[in-house]
C-alpha cells in the first residue's frame, strides 16, 4: 500500500515541479501566447495539485498511526511482538529516505516559483512526519505485529491485515508466507518482519488461531 501512496504522490509531484520550472523561469509558451510568469489560472493550479498532495499524504500518514495504535493495544492479541530489527532498520531507512526528498523536492518548487507555496508546505509537513514516525516508532517500540483470533495485523512504515475469513491454504516460500482464500484471493506476509526468536511462538500461535479442518496447511509451516 505505501508504494501505491508513493506512485500517486510521484503522478502529483511531476506535474507540479514542471509547472514551477515553467513560472520560476517564466518559459515562453508560444501555443498559448504568454509566458509561465504570466500564465493564467497558475496559482490555483499550484493550490489544487498541492491539495490532492495533502490529501494522499495524510491519508497514507492515517493508515500508518491508525495501525500502529491498533496493534499496540495488546490485551486484545493473542499474540504481539515488536518486529524483527532488521525490519526496523529498513523502515527506518526508507522513512528517512523518503523525507529527504520531500523536504528538498518541498524546497526546490518554493525556491523555483513564490506561487508553489501550498505543495511545498505539504511536502515540508510530510517529511517531518515521516521523521516523526520514525523515530517515535523505535524508541517506543511501537513497530509491532499480531495474531487476533480473526486476522494477522503489521504495523509499521507499511500496514499489512490479513483476516482469516475464507482462509483455505497457507504454505511458506522462500521468505514469504502465502495466504490463499477463497474466490482466487492471494495474499502474502513477509516472514522477516518476525524476530527470529520469536518465529516458533509465531508460528504455534498462527496455528492455534485457524480452523484446520477448513485450513490445509502445508507441511513446511512450523509446528
Same mark, same amino acid.
Request: positive net charge.
Given at each position: 500500500?505505501?508504494?501505491?501512496?508513493?506512485?500517486?504522490? *510521484?503522478? +502529483? *509531484?511531476?506535474?507540479?515541479?514542471?509547472?514551477?520550472?515553467?513560472?520560476?523561469?517564466?518559459?515562453?509558451?508560444?501555443? +498559448?501566447?504568454?509566458?509561465?510568469?504570466?500564465?493564467?489560472?497558475? &496559482?490555483?493550479? *499550484?493550490?489544487?495539485?498541492?491539495?490532492?498532495?495533502?490529501?494522499? &499524504?495524510?491519508? !497514507?500518514?492515517?493508515?500508518?498511526?491508525?495501525?500502529?495504535?491498533?496493534?499496540?493495544?495488546?490485551?486484545?492479541?493473542?499474540?504481539?511482538?515488536?518486529?524483527?530489527?532488521?525490519?526496523?532498520? @529498513?523502515?527506518?531507512?526508507?522513512?528517512?529516505?523518503?523525507?529527504?526528498?520531500?523536504?528538498?523536492?518541498?524546497?526546490?518548487?518554493?525556491? +523555483?516559483?513564490?506561487?508553489?507555496?501550498?505543495?511545498?508546505?505539504?511536502?515540508?509537513?510530510?517529511?517531518?512526519?515521516?521523521?516523526?514516525?520514525?523515530?517515535?516508532?523505535?524508541?517506543? &517500540?511501537?513497530? !509491532?505485529?499480531?495474531?487476533?483470533?480473526?486476522?494477522?495485523?503489521?504495523?509499521? !512504515?507499511?500496514?499489512?491485515?490479513?483476516?482469516?475469513?475464507?482462509? @483455505? !491454504?497457507?504454505?511458506?516460500?522462500?521468505?514469504?508466507?502465502?495466504?490463499?482464500?477463497?474466490?482466487?484471493?492471494?495474499?502474502?506476509?513477509?516472514?522477516?518482519?518476525?524476530?527470529?526468536?520469536?518465529?516458533?511462538?509465531?508460528?504455534?500461535? *498462527?496455528?492455534?488461531?485457524?480452523?484446520?479442518?477448513?485450513?490445509?496447511?502445508?507441511? &513446511?509451516?512450523? @509446528?
Amino acid at each position: 500500500m505505501n508504494k501505491f501512496y508513493n506512485a500517486l504522490l *510521484f503522478l +502529483l *509531484f511531476v506535474p507540479t515541479m514542471l509547472l514551477a520550472i515553467i513560472v520560476g523561469l517564466d518559459v515562453p509558451l508560444p501555443f +498559448l501566447h504568454t509566458t509561465g510568469a504570466n500564465l493564467p489560472y497558475k &496559482n490555483e493550479a *499550484f493550490i489544487v495539485l498541492g491539495i490532492f498532495m495533502c490529501l494522499t &499524504n495524510v491519508r !497514507r500518514s492515517m493508515r500508518r498511526w491508525i495501525a500502529m495504535k491498533l496493534v499496540n493495544q495488546i490485551e486484545k492479541y493473542t499474540w504481539n511482538s515488536v518486529v524483527s530489527k532488521e525490519r526496523i532498520k @529498513r523502515v527506518l531507512l526508507y522513512n528517512y529516505l523518503e523525507a529527504f526528498i520531500m523536504f528538498f523536492s518541498a524546497l526546490g518548487l518554493y525556491f +523555483l516559483a513564490d506561487e508553489a507555496i501550498v505543495p511545498a508546505i505539504v511536502l515540508f509537513v510530510s517529511s517531518i512526519d515521516e521523521v516523526f514516525f520514525a523515530i517515535y516508532g523505535k524508541a517506543a &517500540n511501537k513497530f !509491532r505485529l499480531g495474531f487476533t483470533s480473526k486476522a494477522l495485523l503489521a504495523g509499521d !512504515r507499511d500496514v499489512t491485515v490479513i483476516y482469516f475469513k475464507g482462509l @483455505r !491454504r497457507v504454505s511458506i516460500h522462500q521468505q514469504t508466507l502465502y495466504f490463499d482464500f477463497k474466490d482466487d484471493l492471494h495474499m502474502r506476509f513477509p516472514i522477516d518482519l518476525i524476530p527470529v526468536e520469536s518465529r516458533e511462538d509465531f508460528f504455534k500461535s *498462527f496455528i492455534s488461531n485457524i480452523d484446520e479442518s477448513i485450513v490445509y496447511i502445508e507441511n &513446511n509451516i512450523p @509446528r
